[in-house]
């Protein structure tokens, strides 16, 4: 069950994957399962998870960007400058990514969409999925049967991220929008 919903909740599917990690891990601070074997089997299920949503994403992603990239204004400039960033900081995004929700789940096709080459991917993807093994492993173990509260506290600085990055797209689509506005109006006021 670790396997499958660690696996899972890497590769575009949003399961309680990582909550059971911890979990898996409290049961090994507590006696009941070997904390070794907990990190393997979800470094392993990360880590393959991850790489099939890579694959998943050159396979197809550049296709699905181009037939539907125009329904989220995504154009070729757009699509250009994001698989150039991927290429520049790629490494660091899929290392990061795994500890914010919703970028776990989507990292490894975003990668593979953008054309980030495979042995950067793959040794981005093996340090990132045992970083993050490492720290929830180790955190549900030491902490036994209080997870609870170390839980909420660990995501509590998650969702502080979650809503920086809500506002930093925000002001983005503002200026954006702001940009737009202005440069329809500039017309108007030549005549």
């Keep these: 069950m670790l396997a499958l919903l660690v696996g899972l909740d890497n590769i575009l599917v949003p399961v309680p ?8 891990a409290v049961y090994a601070g507590t006696g009941r399962m070997n904390v070794f074997a907990v990190a393997a089997v979800g470094w392993a ?18 296709a699905l960007v181009h037939r539907y ?14 698989e150039e960033y991927y290429r520049r900081r ?14 776990r ?4 096709v975003l990668a593979g969409v953008n054309c980030l080459s495979r042995p950067r991917f793959t040794t981005a ?4 999925a045992a970083a993050w093994t490492a720290v929830w492993t180790a955190l549900g173990y030491t902490a036994g049967s209080d997870i609870g509260p170390l839980y909420r506290q660990a995501l509590r600085y998650q969702l502080w991220l979650l809503a920086a990055v809500a506002v930093l797209v925000t002001a ?20």
């Design 45 to 62: 299920a990360a880590f393959v998870a991850a790489e099939l949503a890579y694959s998943l994403g050159r396979w197809q992603g550049v």
């Design 172 to 191: 983005l689509v503002a200026r954006a929008w702001l940009r737009r506005r202005g440069a329809a109006r500039s017309p108007e006021d030549s005549d």
């Design 105 to 108: 789940q989507t990292n490894g």
């Design 17 to 24: 994957g990582q909550t059971m990690l911890i979990v898996a």
């Design 90 to 103: 790629g490494v660091w995004i899929v290392l990061v990514a795994r500890f914010v929700d919703v970028l």
């Design 125 to 128: 993807n093996a340090v990132g």
């Design 69 to 82: 990239g125009r329904y989220v204004r995504l154009t070729e400039a757009r699509y250009a400058r994001a």
